[in-house]
């Protein structure tokens, strides 16, 4: 149809884009943000082929439950970290190079026997309902890729903890020692004070007033300081 062949194109075009900037952004925010756009328009995709369990559990699955993942580990690591590019595990280019190779040659090879041998309709494979066809197709013919993914994604988990992982190299300070060092570095007693704090009008470049009458500077911004 042609709106069938409309969102597509369309779709898949923001698919593609979205991948391209996981790769290609230079933020690892950036990156997250490119990858839910990606499944997002997966979902979408899967839809509109009426493989409606499928577009459900990819925008619960993965763009719910993995992208927090990926965030948590943003969180926690550090957004602003700078990355290493010494090689730390000896023949890994090499190595995803091979992979990325052989994954090449088996979407070329599932592409061309889906050409050359024909494939099964949607009506075909969904006549006894879309959840039932895909559990046939999962926990038969590909049983094996399904585990293999599955332990692909517990290896992604575990990875995730290992680099999110931190060791306490020193104790934990006390309460009392945090307050000695604020001191002894000339910290403040108390908190900053608002803007027009006993002033006459309430405003953010208003100094407020100390104790003894006389304006406390800290109290105003360094930038609207130097504006007044």
């Not at 230079?26 to 979902?43: E, F, H, N, Q, R």
């Not at 979408?44 to 948590?72: E, H, N, S």
């Not at 908190?191 to 407020?208: F, L, S």
């Amino acid at each position: 149809m042609t709106g069938e062949a409309i969102a597509f194109w369309v779709l898949s075009t923001i698919a593609v884009a979205g991948a391209i900037g996981v790769v290609a952004a230079p933020k690892a925010v950036y990156s997250a943000l490119g990858l839910a756009t990606t499944m997002i328009a997966l979902a979408i995709i899967y839809v509109a082929q009426d493989a409606l369990f499928l577009g459900v559990v990819q925008v619960v699955v993965y763009t719910g439950a993995v992208m927090m993942l990926f965030l948590f580990v943003l969180m926690m690591i550090g957004v602003d970290s700078a990355q290493s590019l010494v090689e730390t595990i000896r023949g890994q280019r090499i190595a995803a190079l091979l992979a990325g190779l052989g994954f090449g040659v088996l979407l070329i090879a599932g592409i061309g026997s889906g050409v050359t041998g024909g494939f099964t309709g949607l009506a075909d494979a969904n006549r006894d309902g879309n959840v039932q066809g895909l559990a046939t197709e999962i926990f038969t013919r590909d049983l094996w890729a399904f585990e293999l993914t599955s332990a692909l994604l517990i290896t992604a988990a575990l990875g995730a903890m290992v680099l999110a992982h931190r060791e306490r190299l020193e104790p934990r300070k006390t309460q009392r020692e945090i307050s000695i060092e604020r001191f002894r570095n000339g910290g403040r007693a108390t908190p900053m004070p608002n803007p027009g704090v006993y002033a006459r009008r309430n405003a953010v470049d208003t100094q407020a007033r100390l104790p003894d009458g006389s304006d406390d500077e800290s109290s105003v911004s360094a930038t609207i300081r130097g504006r007044t």
